[in-house]
């Protein structure tokens, strides 16, 4: 199997784990994974991406969370006030 075959291989690996469970949290070293699996990784990169809550552009520097809204993802950015939006122990 050459090199790239592996790539895709485990690229598909993960973005079944991500489709198929709800992720609470997600480590800092696999957040590039999990945006690429969702496709948005370049929206996000290149911060063209809006918090849903704010309006904010969302980078990888201020991502707090990922939510699924119909067919797509909205972000929410690490602001406080939408971070604890989200937040269960309130
Ligand atoms: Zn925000």
Redesign the pocket.
């Known amino acids: 199997m050459s090199i790239l075959a592996r790539i895709r291989t485990f690229i598909r690996s993960v973005s079944n784990i991500f489709r198929r469970t709800n992720i609470m949290a997600v480590h800092d070293s696999d957040v590039v994974q999990l945006l690429e699996s969702l496709g948005i990784y370049r929206q996000v990169a290149s911060g063209s991406v809006m918090?849903?809550?704010?309006?904010?552009a969302?980078t990888l520097e201020n991502l707090w969370a990922i939510r699924r809204h119909g067919g797509t993802y909205q972000l929410?950015?690490l602001?406080p006030?939408?971070a604890s939006l989200l937040d269960p122990i309130v």
């Open positions: 918090c849903a809550s704010c309006g904010v969302v929410i950015c602001s006030s939408c």
